[in-house]
Structure formats: C-alpha cells, structure tokens
Nanobody, 121 residues
C-alpha cells in the first residue's frame, strides 16, 4: 500500500485547510485509513479515522472518503496554533469493526510521507 498525503500549508489561527491522502496498492481494500500527527518534540498522536476523532480536534476536523474509496480527506476548520504538526495518513489492516480499536499506532503498517501544517497565532 502506498500513501501520498498533500494539502498542508501555513494558515492563520481560525483558518481552514483540507488534507488529502491518495492510496494505492492491490490489497488496499483490506485496510482502514486514518490520520495521525506529530508536533516537534512530541509523540505521534491519533487524529481521526472514520467517525472517531481525538478529543482535541472533535467538532473542528472532519474525516471523509472520496467516491473512489482510495482517497481520504481531513477537513480542518478553526485551526489553532497547537494543531501545528506534520500530518500523516496511515493504513491499518481491517481486523475489527470498532474504529476505537484503531487508536493504537502499532496497528498501522503503512504511512505516508507526511504534510506540514503550520498555524500562526
């Protein structure tokens, strides 16, 4: 599975960005795709998968899939300086029907290259 994230950039606090992740590979249908982020000096943290969101982004970020199912998006509204990070899309093998299961970073086998999001105050 290959993942390509894009859409990051520099935005002022309160602004919006839309991240995209294009996925490819013959076994893609066997995987769930999620979003993670890593701020400087911090651990990589879960952001969103399907209808599940980290508490820090819930109500501001929206996860969605493209019609072709090989692209996922992260619409980020009301951005805050603390949202500054490199954002990654990642793929985890479908082994559970509960999306809460996918909060564990170790489940993700494939990672995109990341896209930088910087929010200025």
């Amino acid at each position: 599975v290959q993942l390509q994230a894009s859409g990051g950039g520099l935005v002022q606090a309160g602004g919006s960005l839309r991240l995209s992740c294009a996925a490819s590979g013959p076994t893609l249908s066997r995987y769930h795709m999620g979003w993670w982020r890593q701020a400087p000096g911090k651990e990589r943290e879960f952001v969103a998968i399907s209808t599940r969101y980290a508490p820090s982004v819930k109500g501001r970020f929206t996860f969605s899939r493209g019609d072709a199912k090989n692209t996922v998006y992260l619409q980020m509204n009301n951005l805050k300086p603390e949202d500054t990070a490199v954002y990654y899309c990642a793929a985890a093998l479908r082994t559970s029907d509960s999306f809460a299961y996918y909060y564990n970073r170790d489940l993700y086998e494939y990672w995109g290259q990341g896209t930088q999001v910087t929010v200025s105050s």
